[in-house]
């Protein structure tokens, strides 16, 4: 089953604590706030789910998520919909399979900042949509590997930006897609902005890159 929190609800994890789903979802919405502080969240099955300017905050921590390969329908490790604000400081995400969604609810998106932190897309793909702004800054790594998963994703490339702001900055941060032979690397819809700043790389490994009119790289 599923563990929905709302109606302002706060969950605290810290001091080396555990929040583990199995065979559902972790729902947090109308206001409801996770803070991992030192502590680790694993859900495998349903994903992560927010809504309604809920919010995730990650300290020294990990987050663990995961949708089963060829899994039937756009299902997401990370569903982010709405204003929502997530942010990793000294932490490790690791999200596996489905789509991996930053969505817009009446043209505001989701705020995502990492700070000396990684996240890792394995075997899925990632979607930004309208109003979606993804920092990654101070030695952050965003990392997209293998192939999408061919039953389960919205379009054949693995970063598909409908919308959205995504910054790479400062020395040390890094944006890094690596694919297999033929596969699309990123597809980025006319308004887009991707922008490395202030000393970040960007590779691409055996996928093309694609950038429609008035979007901006």
């Known amino acids: 089953g599923s563990f929905v929190m709302e109606g302002n609800a706060l969950l605290d994890v810290v001091l080396s604590s555990l929040v583990e789903v199995r065979g559902g979802s972790l729902v947090l919405s109308e206001y409801a706030s996770l803070r991992l502080d030192n502590s680790t969240a694993d859900v495998r099955g349903g994903g992560?789910?927010?809504?309604?300017?809920?919010?995730?905050?990650l300290?020294?921590?990990?987050?663990?998520?995961?949708?089963?390969?060829?899994?039937?329908?756009?299902?997401?490790?990370?569903?982010?919909?709405?204003?929502?604000?997530?942010n990793a400081t000294d932490s490790e995400m690791v999200l596996s399979g489905g789509v991996t969604r930053l969505d817009q609810d009446a043209g505001v998106g989701p705020d995502v900042r990492l700070r000396s932190s990684v996240m890792r897309i394995n075997g899925g793909q990632r979607f930004m949509d309208q109003g979606a702004v993804l920092d990654v800054a101070e030695r952050s790594s965003l990392l997209i590997e293998s192939a999408p998963d061919a039953m389960n994703t919205i379009n054949e490339y693995a970063l598909f930006c409908e919308g959205g702001i995504l910054t790479v900055r400062d020395p040390g941060s890094l944006l890094s897609i690596s694919l297999g032979a033929g596969e699309a690397a990123i597809l980025a819809r006319p308004g887009v902005v991707l922008a490395l700043q202030n000393g970040a790389s960007g590779l691409v490994s055996g996928g093309n890159v694609t950038f429609e009119s008035t979007s901006t790289l």
């Open 48 to 57: 992560i789910m927010f809504s309604q300017s809920s919010s995730l905050s």
């Open 59 to 86: 300290v020294g921590s990990r987050l663990f998520a995961s949708i089963p390969m060829g899994s039937i329908g756009l299902l997401a490790p990370l569903d982010m919909r709405g204003g929502i604000a997530f």
